[in-house]
């Protein structure tokens, strides 16, 4: 994912596997959006099968190149990749 700072993401994620789902975003600053944040029961409530959720965050104040995994279930990360954020 490239963005730049300041940009305003928005990623839609249809959840297609039989376990509930999140994605977390190492690294990212979630100002006023602390339900985007990814870890199931704690900031956001599960993707279940079958459904979608858009995560919805600005990147203020950021650059770099950061982290971002699934979480299905507590003791795995699955999918991943990097967030790039250009000046």
Do not use: M
């Not at 300041?6 to 376990?19: F, R, S, W």
């Not at 203020?60 to 299905?72: D, E, F, M, V």
């Amino acid at each position: 994912i490239y963005a730049r700072e300041g940009d305003n993401v928005n990623i839609k994620l249809t959840n297609h596997v039989q376990y509930n789902v999140t994605i977390h975003w190492h690294g990212v600053r979630q100002l006023r959006t602390g339900w985007s944040d990814g870890p199931a029961y704690i900031t956001q409530c599960p993707i279940r099968p079958g459904q979608s959720y858009l995560y919805n965050f600005t990147l203020t104040g950021q650059r770099g190149t950061l982290l971002w995994h699934a979480h299905i279930s507590w003791l795995r990360a699955t999918i991943h990749g990097a967030i790039v954020i250009l000046p």
